[in-house]
Structure formats: structure tokens, C-alpha cells
């Protein structure tokens, strides 16, 4: 349920500085399930889930407003993540019935679908495509239903086990670091094959690639591996709905291995993040903390204004001017560039080197000098080369600040040298002004 991130996530622990640790009163309740699953917690434990490592990769400052923070926000969410529940909520009633043994008709479940549609909608639902409505994206969840009932009637591939079923991975032998998760659908397709079904209602379908490494779903097999020790095989199935696709993918036990191993050290970044840097993205539109978000409060605070008020508004006023200015200093800079091409015109014409105005003076100056190529020119391999040979490499080779400053930043350098310069180095905050349209 990867497009619903954040919604599945409800075991939420309570945020340190040093990243999520502790358990929430929902997390106490459920300790029984977590002993059903042979993952004994330890007090003050945390427990993360796909979408929580997702969000802190997504953007720090999100995960900061949500698992540290815990804000609440005025926005209830968007309306792809409310089609994703009210779908979800459908296929769960369709196969809990099933294991009842009560087959809906499709008129059934799209009356059901609709019927949940209405009683959980509310006007704070966010929609950011403008130009389609809540119905349109209504009708979506209809079509969805509508081909998943036609594609898969009678719903006998295999058998269900378990309906948005909760699963605790355990990354560690030791069970230091746990992962939470729900599973879509899990089932038995016979012979040791379990099936983790994961139901998806995104307008876009990614390549074979992109879920042969997806981590969401590999997650879940390995608790399902753990868990039923009769199982060979797992296989992992996405059912692209607004698309009718199936996509399978499987991993072996070493990929596996290496997943535990990637997933620990995301957590130990979390956990030592002492940063919360925000990450601009086209994911920004979706992000239910944009009216508080550094990057888009002031975007929030000045659309609720009047006409009058918003223009007289501090920071409208300095940003319109500040823009105004800069489409001043483009256009003379422009002037400036074409004007001085002509006085060169002119000095060359009437054989002189200085222009004069009424009280001022244009000099032309010139001089004629050597150019070696430069670092992506051709002979730069060659000129690199002589002057090594020749012995003059170290007189005329410079460090390159930016690209030192950007490895250290990003610890991609040998930690001896880290450590040999780091005196060296000394931490200040830039500001600069970037202009764009406001889009
Ligand atoms: S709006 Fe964008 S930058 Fe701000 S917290 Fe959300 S994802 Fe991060």
C-alpha cells in the first residue's frame, strides 16, 4: 500500500533527538500480537515501518514534523491516499466474506464501495489535481473493482490467509531492530508457496526493475519466511489496478540477507540524525505538513489573506519588489552586454582605446595571452601529464574547495584524511536569494 504511505503506519513510538524510540499507548495494546509473532519488544523499543524509512528518505523534515514532532495537520490527506482505503476497504470485504463463504455480486461490493466513499468523506480531503473532482477519482475506485471482480471471479487462486494482516520482520537474530508492516492479503498457493498480495492504486506502472527492488513487500517476506516454516517459496504479487496488472517478483534468501543489512543502517541513520534537512520534491504537492513547512508557510498564511491585506503583506511586498529588481537587472545587464560589443565596434573603427562621454570614460583594455585547455577540454589528460613528467604538477595544481567541501559534507572521502583536515574546515551558514515562478 506504498501510495498510502503514512496511513498503515499507526504504530508510532515516541521520537528522541537521536531518532524514534519508545512505544505509544497503541503500541502497548498490541503487544500480544507482536508475542503471537515470536518477536518479544523490550520496553522503550522502537519499531519502524517501511513508510516511516520511506518518509525519512522522502524528506527528513517530513519524517521530523511527523515521527518527532507529531504534528497534527490541517490537512486530512490527499484524495489518492482516500480512493487507495475506500479500494482497500472493498477487496478486504470481498475476501473476509469469501472465507465465510458468501460470494458479492459486483453490484454488491461497488455499492459497498460507495457507501464507505460516503460516510468517511470530509472537504478537508486534499485534492491537488484541480481540474478533476471527487467524483471522478469515485468513479476511478469503480473501474478498479469493477476489473479486479472481472479479472480474478471466482476469487479460488489460492487461499486466503490473512486480510490486512500485521506482521513484525525481525532485521536481527536478536531482535535489536524490528520492522512493523500490514499486509495486504497474504495467501497460500500450495506446495510451500505463499503469496504476499499488495494492492495498488497509483496512475503510474513501474518497470519489472523497480519492483524486482522493492523493499516494501521483500520486507514482508521475511517475516512470512519466519513465520511459516513450511514455506519454499514467496512470491510477491502488486496488482496495478487502475492499470488491470499483475506484477510478480520473488528474492532469494541472499538478497534477503543483504536487505536486513541495508534496512539496519537506514534505521541507524535515523537514529543518529541530529539534522532535519527538508527535501523539495514534486512529492511537496501531496505533503500533508506543507502548511507548516518552511518552504511553503508563507505560500499557506498568504492565500487565506484579502486583496488589499495580501498585497500589502510584508513579505509579498520585499518579494515582488526583490523580483521586479532582478527583471531590472536582467534587462541592463542585457543593455550592457549589446552597448559594450558596439564601443568595441567603435574603438576598433576609429583606431583607439579609450571612449569618452560627457563625464565619463569607457577604457578598453586588452591583452593577449595563453590558454591551456581546461578540465574537460581534450588536451587536459596531456597537459596533466607533461607537467607531472616535468615535474611542475605540485607549483601549479590547486585543490578543488568545492569538490573537497561537498566529499566531507557527505563523508565520501578516507576517514584518515577526514580526520586530517577536519581543523581545517570551518562550518558557516550560506544564504543566498534564488528567484523562480511561483508556479
Ligand atoms: S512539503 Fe516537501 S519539503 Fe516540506 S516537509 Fe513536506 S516533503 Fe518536506
Redesign the pocket.
Known amino acids: 500500500m506504498g501510495d498510502m504511505q503514512g496511513s498503515l503506519d499507526g504504530f508510532s513510538g515516541k521520537a528522541s533527538a537521536a531518532g524514534v524510540s519508545g512505544e505509544s499507548q497503541e503500541g502497548q495494546k498490541k503487544r500480544g500480537d507482536e508475542e503471537i509473532l515470536g518477536v518479544e519488544l523490550k520496553p522503550g523499543q522502537a519499531v519502524y515501518s517501511h513508510s516511516r524509512l520511506s518518509t525519512f528518505e ?2 527528513p ?2 519524517f521530523k ?1 511527523a515521527y518527532v514532532d507529531k504534528l497534527e495537520s490541517e490537512i486530512e490527506g490527499s484524495i489518492e491516499s482516500f480512493l487507495g482505503s475506500r479500494v482497500h476497504d472493498t477487496l478486504e470485504k470481498l475476501y473476509t466474506d469469501l472465507k465465510f463463504e458468501k460470494e458479492n455480486t459486483l453490484q454488491e461490493l461497488l455499492d459497498f464501495f460507495n457507501s464507505e466513499w460516503e460516510r468517511h468523506w470530509t472537504d478537508n480531503v486534499l485534492i491537488v489535481r484541480k481540474e478533476y473532482s471527487s467524483d471522478n477519482y469515485r468513479k476511478m475506485g469503480e473501474r478498479f473493482i469493477v476489473d479486479y471482480h472481472n479479472r480474478y471471479k471466482p476469487f479460488n487462486q489460492a487461499k486466503t490467509i490473512g486480510l490486512e494482516m500485521r506482521i513484525v520482520i525481525r532485521l536481527d537474530p536478536e531482535g535489536r531492530h524490528v520492522l512493523q508492516g500490514f499486509i495486504d492479503r497474504l495467501a497460500y498457493a500450495g506446495e510451500g508457496v505463499y503469496e504476499v498480495h499488495d494492492y495498488k492504486t497509483a496512475n503510474s506502472l513501474p518497470e519489472q526493475d523497480k519492483v524486482d527492488v522493492d523493499r516494501q513487500l521483500a520486507l514482508y517476506a521475511i517475516a512470512v519466511k519466519e513465520k511459516y516454516k513450511d514455506c519454499r517459496k514467496v512470491v510477491l504479487v502488486w496488482h496495478y489496478l487502475a492499470f488491470d496488472k499483475e506484477l510478480r517478483s520473488e528474492r532469494t534468501d541472499e538478497q534477503l540477507e543483504k536487505l536486513k543489512k541495508d534496512t539496519i543502517n537506514v534505521i541507524k541513520e535515523i537514529e543518529s540524525a541530529k539534522e532535519y534537512p ?4 514534486a ?2 504537492q501531496w ?4 502548511p507548516v ?4 508557510r508563507h505560500l499557506y498564511e498568504t492565500e487565506k489573506l484579502e486583496p488589499v491585506a495580501y498585497r500589502k503583506e510584508e513579505g509579498v511586498r520585499l518579494a515582488n519588489e526583490y523580483s521586479e529588481l532582478k527583471d531590472k537587472e536582467k534587462e541592463i545587464a542585457d543593455k550592457i552586454a549589446k552597448i559594450s560589443e558596439k564601443i568595441m565596434v567603435f574603438a576598433e573603427q576609429h583606431k583607439v582605446d579609450r571612449v569618452y562621454g560627457s563625464d565619463s570614460k569607457v577604457t578598453i583594455w586588452q591583452k593577449s595571452c595563453v590558454k591551456f585547455p581546461g578540465k574537460t577540454d581534450p588536451g587536459y589528460p596531456d597537459l596533466v601529464k607533461a607537467l607531472r613528467e616535468s615535474g611542475g604538477l605540485e607549483e601549479f595544481s590547486t585543490i578543488d574547495r568545492w569538490k573537497l567541501e561537498k566529499a566531507f559534507e557527505q563523508i565520501d572521502m578516507d576517514p584518515k584524511v577526514m580526520q586530517a583536515i577536519a581543523k581545517y574546515g570551518k562550518r558557516e551558514l550560506l544564504k543566498r536569494l534564488y528567484l523562480g515562478k511561483r508556479g
Open positions: 522522502q524528506c523534515q517530513k514534523f527538508l527535501k523539495e520534491s512529492l511537496c505533503c500533508e505538513y506543507r513547512c518552511p518552504r511553503w
